[in-house]
T-cell receptor
Framework: GAVVSQHPSWVICKSGTSVKIECRSL??????MFWYRQFPKQSLMLMAT?????????EQGVEKDKFLINHASLTLSTLTVTSAHPEDSSFYIC?????????????FGQGTRLTVV | AQTVTQSQPEMSVQEAETVTLSCTYD???????LFWYKQPPSRQMILVIR??????QNATENRFSVNFQKAAKSFSLKISDSQLGDAAMYFC???????????FGTGTRLQVFP
């Protein structure tokens, strides 16, 4: 199956600093990628839809200035958590859909565990 | 807006037995997709099975099968001959026909006992 690589797998940062998470589709092109957040023992909550070459679409309640998304190419989307605080600590997962294979399943990255201290 | 409900926070099954996980959803759309994803302790999301709403035939993948009842908006997952490696969180998910955005249920934690 298609591979989506997310980096880093885990990161610890200090309060007030920014952290960038990368999501790459390794063997297909993705015009759209999705960023999810998962709290412990809870479901995946969609944060935003990342669109190649245009602005991301954020879900209600998600601060766009806090969670900056850039989708500069057909294989890379980045999520930057700006001025991170302990409450931003969570598990972040990206997914991507193959542009050339419409209506197939999305593929997930392995996730990033962010801990803000 | 579409919603997905999983009413069983936890389920358990004996190895080699069969277990069924429940999922209901709400939508006004006629064309859509339904999925079951498995999330093991590694937290990597793994697709278990998918169902297109326009297909009446229930999807099957080896030991995994679904009972798709479109009128009742029900989409249960049956795991036959359960194995220890099946232990994980299972999420039911909905996707509209013209988007790749997934809406997840709250998940069911499946334990498998030897």
């Amino acid at each position: 199956g298609a591979v989506v690589s997310q980096h880093p797998s885990w990161v610890i940062c200090k309060s007030g600093t920014s952290v960038k998470i990368e999501c790459r589709s390794l063997d297909f092109q993705a015009t759209t990628m999705f960023w999810y957040r998962q709290f412990p023992k809870q479901s995946l909550m969609l944060m935003a839809t990342s669109n190649e070459g245009s602005k991301a679409t954020y879900e209600q309640g998600v601060e766009k200035d806090k969670f900056l998304i850039n989708h500069a190419s057909l294989t890379l989307s980045t999520l930057t958590v700006t001025s991170a605080h302990p409450e931003d600590s969570s598990f972040y997962i990206c997914s991507a859909a193959n542009r050339d294979r419409r209506n197939t399943e999305a593929f997930f990255g392995q996730g990033t565990r962010l801990t803000v201290v | 807006a579409q919603t997905v409900t999983q009413s069983q926070p936890e389920m358990s099954v004996q190895e080699a037995e069969t277990v069924t996980l429940s999922c209901t959803y709400d939508t006004s759309e006629s064309d859509y997709y339904l999925f079951w994803y498995k999330q093991p302790p590694s937290r990597q999301m793994i697709l278990v099975i998918r169902q297109e709403a326009y297909k009446q035939q229930n999807a099957t993948e080896n030991r995994f099968s679904v009972n798709f009842q479109k009128a009742a908006k029900s989409f249960s997952l049956k795991i036959s001959d359960s194995q220890l490696g099946d232990a994980a969180m299972y999420f039911c998910a909905y996707r509209s026909y013209n988007t790749d955005k997934l809406i997840f249920g709250t998940g069911t934690r499946l334990q498998v006992f030897p």
